[in-house]
């Protein structure tokens, strides 16, 4: 079975050039989140879906970040215009079950010059 | 906000010692999962303890979640080099998970 796939693997870009990562799930996986994580600390959740629902998105910053999950399946994320502090790791995760054991991709390293 | 602290944050050992990271909070949480990432890679989940009390062993690892389901432990006896990773904890509650902060874990030969 695959697992999540998420490209591109690394991104280099200049401050306020837009940016944008794509994702798709674990087939069957209704839950979809997005977190950005700091060199050698936990992921922090951007965003969580319920199939094309955006049901928690409270710390995604909406003046530049945005997200799109079309379908219920594959997801977008974009940020534009992007800042130095961007730059970071973007994991993408699904689930079966709320709060249940999350499945990773390898993730987007976001490096903003 | 993060509501999860795991101590130490950061920890180097040589291979055959044993270490504990701790991993704590002031909230209840309704299971909590123990991650390993490694570099370039995502998170992938160890462990999932529900019970308060409930201590799970997995080979050399043990797990062991409180008994007020705040805090959570994980015990590595005789480390290997293949055990460095960042290990991360995770309180579920109703309909999220939250990551604690992380410990980076370095096994020398």
């Known amino acids: 079975e695959a697992g999540v796939v998420q490209s591109p693997r690394y991104k280099i870009i200049e401050k306020k050039q837009p940016v944008a990562f794509w994702c798709n799930p674990i087939?069957?996986?209704?839950?979809l989140y997005w977190y950005l994580q700091n060199l050698g600390q936990g992921p922090e959740l951007l965003i969580r879906?319920?199939?094309?629902?955006?049901?928690?998105d409270s710390q995604l910053p909406k003046d530049r970040f945005s997200a799109e999950r079309l379908k219920g399946v594959d997801s977008t994320l974009k940020i534009q215009p992007a800042e130095l502090g961007d730059s970071a790791v973007y994991l993408c995760?699904?689930?079966?079950?709320?709060?249940?054991?999350?499945?990773f991709g390898p993730g987007t390293r976001l490096t903003v010059l | 906000t993060q509501l999860l602290e795991q101590s130490p944050q950061f920890l180097s050992i040589q291979e055959g010692e044993n270490l504990t990271v701790y991993c704590n909070s002031s909230?209840?949480?309704?299971?909590l999962q123990w991650y390993r990432q490694e570099p370039g890679e995502g998170p992938v989940l160890l462990v999932t303890v529900v019970t308060g009390g409930e201590v799970k062993k997995l080979k050399r690892l043990t797990f062991q979640f409180g008994d007020a389901r705040k805090d959570s432990s994980l015990h590595i006896t005789a480390a290997q080099t293949g055990d460095t990773g960042l290990y991360l904890c995770?309180?579920?509650?109703?309909?999220?998970?939250?990551f604690g902060t992380g410990t980076r874990l370095q096994v020398f030969p």
């Open positions: 995760a699904s689930s079966l079950i709320l709060a249940g054991e999350q499945f």
């Open positions: 879906y319920e199939n094309e629902e955006a049901v928690d």
């Open positions: 909230s209840v949480f309704s299971s």
């Open positions: 995770a309180g579920a509650k109703t309909d999220k998970l939250i």
């Open positions: 087939s069957g996986h209704n839950t």
